[in-house]
C-alpha cells in the first residue's frame, strides 16, 4: 500500500522500437484509479477504522447519566413530585471497575419541604475475571481489522497492477501477431515477385495462386491491426485516456505501446521473511489469539463490591409508648462478594447500619449446575482438537512456502536465461537488418527481403518488452505472496 509498485527502482530502460507518448508509470497510476474494486477497498478501509473507532469508544470510559423515575402530583392546597437520579461510570481496562450515586429527591409545596433519603454510593471491581484478558484480546483483534483493511488495499493494488501487465502483455501478442502475418506477407511476396521475373502470365494458374496468396496476406494483415487498434482503445480507455490514432497510411501503430519501463530487480523469494509469508502469518496470528482466547478463560471468578447509602433527613416511622415519632433511619454500609467455579457459583452479601450495637444482615447464596461442569470438559476436548487442527494449518503452510520458493526461484532463473537468448538474437537480427539495409539501398535485394529483416528485429524487440513484463509480473506475484512487515 505505501508504494503502488514497490520494487520498481527510479531510473527509465529506454527501448528504441516506437516513438513513446503515454509512459507507463501514468498509464498504470491512471488504471490503478480508474478500478472500482481499489475504490471499494479504499472504501472499506475507511468504513473499518471508524467502526475499530466506534467499538474502542465503548471498551472506553463510560458515563450514564438518569433522571430514574419522576413523579408529580397536583392536589388541591399541595402539589410535590419525586426523582430518583443516578449517576452509573464504568473503566472496562482496570479491572471492570464501577461506580455508581443513586438518590431519592422529594418536594411538597405544602411544607415547603425538600427531603433527600437513600444516597448510595457503591463501587464494584473484578478480582478474579477474564475482563482484562479480554479487553486485550479485543484491542489486538481491533488493530488486525485495520491492518487487514489496509493489506485487502494494498493487494488489490497488486492484482490490479498485475491485470493491467497481464493487458499490456496480451496487446504485446497481437502484436506478435501481426509481425508474424508481415513475415507470411513478405515471404510470399517474395515469391510473388519472383513469379513475374520468370515470366509467367497474368492468367497462369502459378501467377495467379501467388497473387492470391499476398492479397490474403495484405488482409490478414489489415485485419489483425484494426483488432489490435481496437484492443489498444479499450486499454487506454481503462486508464482514463482517450486515444485517437490517425488512420493513415503505413501509421506505426505499434508507437503507442508504452515501453520505458523504469529499471528494477528481479526479486529472490528467499530474500523475504518467512514469517511474513501470507499462509504461515495467518496461521501464526490465529495460534495466537486462540492461545490468549484460552489462557482468558478462566474457571474462577471472584468480583467484589462496597456502598454506602446516606438515609437522609426523613427517615420511617417508628411507633414507641408514646405514640408515632419520626426517627433519623442510620446510614447503611454494605459489601458484597460473587464467585463461580465452573457450574458452581456463590455470593455473600454484608450490610449493617452505622450505629452504636448495630446487627448486620447477612445473606448468602450457593447455586450448582452439574450439566455445567460435564459440558466445560467437553469443551476442553473440542479445545484440544481445534488445537491440534491449527498446528497441522501452520504446517500445512510451512510446506505450501517451500513449494513456493522451489517454484519462483526457478522461475527467476528461466526469466533469466529468455532474457539472454532475447538479447542475444535481438542483437543478431539488429545487425542484420542493418546489412539488409545497406544492401536495399544499394539495389542488391528486393524491399520484401529488407522489410522482413526488420519485421525479424521488430519481432524480438517485442519478445524484449514481454520479457520485461513478464519479470515485471513475477515480481508482483512473488510480493503478492508475503504480507509487509
Known amino acids: 500500500m505505501k508504494k503502488i509498485v514497490s520494487y520498481l527502482a527510479a531510473g527509465l530502460l529506454i527501448l528504441p522500437l516506437y516513438a513513446q507518448n503515454v509512459s507507463v508509470i501514468t498509464l498504470l497510476q491512471g488504471y490503478l484509479e480508474n478500478d472500482s474494486e481499489v475504490q471499494d477497498s479504499a472504501l472499506k478501509l475507511q468504513k473499518t477504522k471508524l467502526n475499530v473507532q466506534k467499538t474502542k469508544i465503548d471498551q472506553g470510559f463510560d458515563v450514564t447519566l438518569s433522571s430514574g423515575q419522576m413523579t408529580f402530583t397536583f392536589i388541591e392546597d399541595d402539589s410535590s413530585f419525586k426523582i430518583t437520579p443516578k449517576i452509573d ?37 473484578d478480582l478474579i475475571s477474564e475482563n482484562a484478558a479480554n479487553q486485550k484480546i479485543t484491542s489486538i483483534k481491533n488493530d488486525r481489522q485495520i491492518l487487514e483493511a489496509e493489506r485487502s488495499l494494498s493487494q488489490r493494488l497488486l492484482a490490479t497492477e498485475k491485470q493491467f501487465y497481464n493487458e499490456l502483455k496480451s496487446l504485446l501478442s497481437s502484436a506478435q501477431s501481426i509481425t508474424t502475418s508481415k513475415n507470411d506477407l513478405y515471404s510470399d511476396t517474395i515469391k510473388f515477385e519472383q513469379t513475374k521475373t520468370k515470366g509467367y502470365a497474368e492468367t497462369s494458374t502459378t501467377f495467379r495462386t501467388n497473387q492470391m496468396k499476398v ?13 489490435f487498434m481496437h484492443s489498444l482503445k479499450v486499454f487506454y480507455s481503462k486508464c482514463g485516456i482517450e486515444l485517437d490514432i490517425p488512420e493513415e497510411d503505413n501509421l506505426d501503430y505499434f508507437a503507442y505501446i508504452p515501453v520505458d519501463f523504469p529499471e528494477f530487480l528481479l526479486l529472490d523469494i528467499e530474500d523475504f521473511d518467512k514469517s511474513t509469508y501470507k499462509e504461515i502469518e495467518t496461521a501464526l496470528y490465529n495460534n495466537k489469539i486462540a492461545q490468549l482466547e484460552q489462557d482468558a478463560k478462566k474457571n474462577l471468578t471472584l468480583t467484589a463490591g462496597a456502598s454506602y447509602t446516606l438515609a437522609g433527613e426523613s427517615g420511617a416511622s417508628t411507633t414507641t409508648m408514646m405514640g408515632n415519632s419520626n426517627k ?36 448468602a447464596s450457593i447455586t450448582l449446575k452439574p450439566n455445567t461442569f460435564i459440558k466445560k470438559n467437553i469443551e476442553n476436548q473440542i479445545t484440544d482438537l481445534d488445537n491440534e487442527s491449527r498446528t497441522l494449518t501452520l504446517k500445512k503452510a510451512e510446506s505450501n512456502y517451500e513449494v513456493s520458493v522451489a517454484d519462483y526461484s ?5 526469466l533469466l536465461w529468455s532474457e539472454s537468448v532475447i538479447a542475444e538474437n535481438l542483437s543478431m537480427y539488429q545487425s542484420v537488418e542493418q546489412d539488409m539495409k545497406a544492401y536495399y539501398e544499394s539495389g542488391l535485394i528486393s524491399e520484401s527481403e529488407y522489410l522482413t529483416s526488420k519485421n525479424n528485429r521488430q519481432r524480438y524487440e517485442i519478445e524484449k518488452i514481454s520479457n520485461i513484463i513478464d519479470k515485471i509480473i513475477y515480481n508482483n506475484s512473488v510480493t503478492s505472496l508475503f504480507y509487509e512487515n
Open 89 to 125: 461510570a464504568k473503566i472496562p481496562q482496570v479491572q471492570n471497575l464501577s461506580a455508581s450515586i443513586s438518590t431519592n429527591i422529594s418536594s411538597s409545596s405544602k411544607d415547603d419541604k425538600t427531603s433527600v433519603t437513600d444516597t448510595t454510593f457503591s463501587v464494584g471491581i
Open 215 to 227: 492479397l490474403s496476406d495484405e488482409h490478414d494483415v489489415g485485419t489483425k491491426t484494426r483488432k
Open 328 to 363: 433519623k433511619a442510620p446510614d447503611k454500609v454494605g459489601l458484597n462478594l460473587s464467585s463461580t467455579y465452573s457450574g458452581l457459583s456463590i455470593s455473600g452479601g454484608l450490610s449493617f447500619p452505622v450505629e452504636e450495637n448495630a446487627k448486620p444482615t447477612v445473606t
Open 410 to 414: 526457478q522461475t527467476k532463473k528461466d
